[in-house]
């Protein structure tokens, strides 16, 4: 996590090209698309254990 850090700090200070900003955008896009993907299967997984307790209790 700390090399992270240090490396978009160093790519703030120097300047970017074009294809590097790209890939920077790229990643981004990137880690918010694993995120919502994330976010997604967990409220379906939830879903998906209510709906099993429900068929139970019939």
């Known amino acids: 996590m ?3 850090t240090q ?3 160093k790519l703030d200070k120097e300047k970017m090209s074009e294809q ?3 890939h920077r955008q790229n990643d981004k896009i990137f880690v ?3 995120v919502l993907s994330a976010v997604v ?3 379906d997984y939830a879903l ?3 709906f099993i307790d429900m068929i139970k209790n019939l």
């Open 32 to 34: 918010f698309i694993l």
């Open 48 to 50: 998906i254990i209510k």
């Open 41 to 43: 299967i967990a409220i």
């Open 20 to 22: 590097e900003v790209m």
């Open 2 to 4: 700390a090399y992270i």
């Open 7 to 9: 490396l978009f700090k």
